[in-house]
């Protein structure tokens, strides 16, 4: 303590960034709404909006540069994804080209006109589309769509999202041209090539239309369309809905008797560590998992142990199928140390301030290849165990999870598959050091189990483990949801603790709210079971050694960093004088 007295006068004041949000969380709860703008300016934006309007008849006068130019900076400013940008807005002053892009408009709409019934092509021959001649500017808005969908944050999933971003600028133009007092006409009546090559777009840039530009010869107060009664403006409450699409199948009731944990400790634990003297997002991936305890409600004690290494263990007769390296022996050998507290796991338990729990959950009576590993009733048994535990154990502290079960890597590899419908040769990992023999033999067993659990309908959680699973995963399965339900924090190991937590959270959503991955191993699928269950590893240390090892390690980094956070001064409380 360096012999100084605490003054109570002086605290710590909390580090405002020089840069990006300088706001607190202290201030963000006293005024959740804070970030509104004064009620004037938000008048002129709503009134902005109300007032945009399609405007087809265009003054002659120029359009002074500044004001184009505060425009174009407007669509400019609009969200695009990935922040990719990708929207170029050719303006087009030139009144031989305008002359032409109103020539293509003029033949593309007795074109359609030609295809809609009579009177709607009458209606729309009488629609003013003389904009593109008379206003003083064109504007092609582009889209440059030569980056690759997959290079894009946002895109790989909606390859279109671009063009919609390019449609977000429109509307940024639309308003900016309104509130200067100009118009504008976003003409679509274009073969979209023919507008390309009017001015030049070149192969991977397309164009979202021509957007007439300059000082309006009409102030209309409602849209034409709805003035010419072609529409009018539907009621907000048709086109909002809430929750669910109306009307086809009832909504699914909702599966979970699991609540995720309240919204606001969420926040609050968030808040919580604004205080600290420390910059926001300071310790990364850890700080993730420590704010999901605190939202828990989770803290470590001060000394004695933090929680507990459930380790189960299982037998599979699969391991006499050449999937393994190890003799079934081993795994006795291996639970007998564990008893002992001397098996890697339980020793690496005690060295990061755990208990151990050893559980056997007893042999698999199929071998997965020609017969279901489990009976129903038995999976039902040990669910309904493993929950007991579960509750137990979250009552003690943390719960990291370990199995042993050689051989289990092969059930595991099948779950993973089945689950995230991966094709047998990305499911199947090295196990605990298998040769390339070994892991062919693995791939056609779990291509075989695949196909057999395939032929048959599928029967949720209980169904898969029943019919590719193992007696220690889904006694870990119950585990997970029996801990998460008593409000535990469940720290993940290998692939199969993550397959386990996978399933529970399959039949409880709210179950993932409980889960930290202690760590990445080596196992092939494991990536994959934990990007499906939205979880960044605490370690990724290239474990392979199954038993609650990695989870361990996790778990005491956690620890270490809640008890840091515990200790590490709070802007506001009081420092040494
Ligand atoms: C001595 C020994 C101790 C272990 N403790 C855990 N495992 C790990 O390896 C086994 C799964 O790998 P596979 O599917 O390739 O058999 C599981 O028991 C797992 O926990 C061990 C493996 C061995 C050999
Ligand atoms: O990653 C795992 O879970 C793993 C890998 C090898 C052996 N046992 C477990």
């Given at each position: 303590?360096g ?14 960034p ?10 963000r709860?006293?005024d ?6 004064p009620?004037e ?11 945009r309007?399609?405007?087809?008849r ?7 540069d ?6 174009l900076?407007?669509g400019?400013a609009?969200?695009s ?10 303006v ?26 009579e ?5 729309l021959l ?6 593109v ?11 440059d ?6 290079g ?8 279109d999202?671009?063009l919609?971003?390019c449609a977000c ?8 041209a ?23 777009l ?6 979202l ?17 709805e003035?010419a009664?072609?529409?009018?403006r539907?009621p907000?409450?048709d ?9 086809g ?8 008797r699991l609540?995720?944990p ?6 609050a ?11 926001p ?15 828990l ?15 189960a ?21 291996v639970?007998?140390?564990a008893?002992?507290g001397?098996?890697?796991?339980p020793a ?7 208990s ?10 199929g ?5 279901d590993?489990?009976?129903p009733?038995?999976?039902d048994?040990?669910?309904a ?5 579960g ?9 990291a999870?370990?199995?042993v ?7 595991a590899?099948?779950l993973?598959?089945?689950?995230l419908g ?17 892991v062919?033999?693995?791939r ?10 395939a032929?048959?309908p ?12 193992g ?8 585990v ?11 720290v993940l ?14 039949d ?13 191993s ?11 269950l939205g ?8 474990l392979?050694a ?5 989870a361990?390690l ?13 200790s ?8 040494l004088?």
């Amino acid at each position: 303590m360096g012999g100084g007295a605490y003054c109570g006068a002086v605290t710590w004041s909390r580090p405002v960034p020089l840069v990006g949000d300088a706001t607190s969380a202290r201030e963000r709860a006293a005024d959740p709404a804070g970030w509104r703008f004064p009620d004037e300016q938000r008048a002129a934006f709503y009134a902005v909006l109300g007032a945009r309007r399609d405007v087809r008849r265009f003054r002659p006068d120029p359009v002074p540069d500044e004001v184009l130019e505060r425009v174009l900076a407007a669509g400019h400013a609009a969200p695009s994804v990935g922040h990719s940008q990708p929207w170029r807005f050719v303006v087009v002053d030139d009144p031989a080209v305008r002359e032409r892009a109103a020539v293509l408009a003029d033949r593309e709409r007795l074109a359609q006109a030609a295809q809609l019934d009579e009177e709607s092509g009458r209606r729309l021959l009488d629609l003013q589309l003389e904009g593109v001649r008379e206003a003083p500017l064109g504007v092609v808005v582009a889209c440059d769509r030569r980056a690759p969908a997959a290079g894009v944050l946002g895109r790989a999933t909606f390859p279109d999202a671009d063009l919609w971003s390019c449609a977000c600028a429109i509307e940024n133009l639309w308003l900016a041209a309104r509130a200067e007092g100009l118009g504008l006409g976003w003409v679509t009546l274009f073969g979209p090539h023919d507008l390309a090559g009017l001015v030049g777009l070149p192969e991977g840039v397309v164009t979202l239309g021509w957007l007439c530009l300059g000082w309006p010869d009409e102030r209309p107060p409602a849209p034409g369309l709805e003035r010419a009664a072609w529409s009018a403006r539907l009621p907000l409450s048709d086109v909002v809905v809430r929750g669910r699409w109306p009307g086809g199948d009832a909504p699914a009731a909702p599966r979970s008797r699991l609540r995720a944990p309240d919204q606001e400790a969420v926040v609050a634990a968030r808040d919580s560590a604004d205080d600290l003297l420390a910059a926001p997002g300071a310790l990364g991936v850890l700080e993730r998992a420590a704010d999901r305890a605190t939202a828990l409600g989770w803290a470590p004690p001060q000394d004695g142990p933090s929680g507990t290494l459930l380790l189960a263990v299982g037998r599979h007769p699969v391991a006499a199928l050449g999937v393994t390296a190890y003799e079934p022996q081993v795994g006795d050998d291996v639970l007998a140390a564990a008893r002992e507290g001397v098996a890697l796991g339980p020793a690496t338990a005690r060295a990061a301030g755990l208990s151990v729990e050893v559980v056997d959950a007893g042999t698999a009576t199929g071998d997965l290849l020609s017969s279901d590993p489990l009976e129903p009733d038995e999976v039902d048994r040990l669910l309904a165990h493993g929950r007991e535990l579960g509750a137990r154990l979250a009552g003690l502290g943390l719960v990291a999870l370990g199995e042993v079960g050689i051989g289990n890597t092969t059930p595991a590899a099948a779950l993973a598959a089945a689950l995230l419908g991966l094709p047998p040769e990305q499911a199947v990992g090295q196990g605990s050091g298998s040769d390339t023999g070994i892991v062919e033999r693995k791939r056609e067993v779990v291509a075989t189990a695949l196909d057999r659990y395939a032929s048959r309908p599928a029967a949720g959680t209980r169904g898969l483990l029943a019919a590719l699973g193992g007696p220690e995963i889904a006694l870990l399965c119950g585990v997970v949801t029996g801990a998460a339900g008593a409000g535990g924090l469940v720290v993940l190991d290998g692939l199969a603790t993550g397959v386990a937590a996978l399933l529970a959270v399959e039949d409880e959503p709210a179950v993932a709210a409980a889960l930290v991955a202690g760590q990445r191993s080596r196992e092939q699928a494991h990536a994959a079971v934990l990007a499906r269950l939205g979880l960044e590893p605490l370690l990724d240390l290239r474990l392979r050694a199954g038993e609650g090892v990695g989870a361990c390690l996790g778990a005491q980094l956690l620890v270490t960093t809640l008890r840091a956070r515990r200790s590490t001064a709070r802007t506001g409380s009081a420092r040494l004088q």
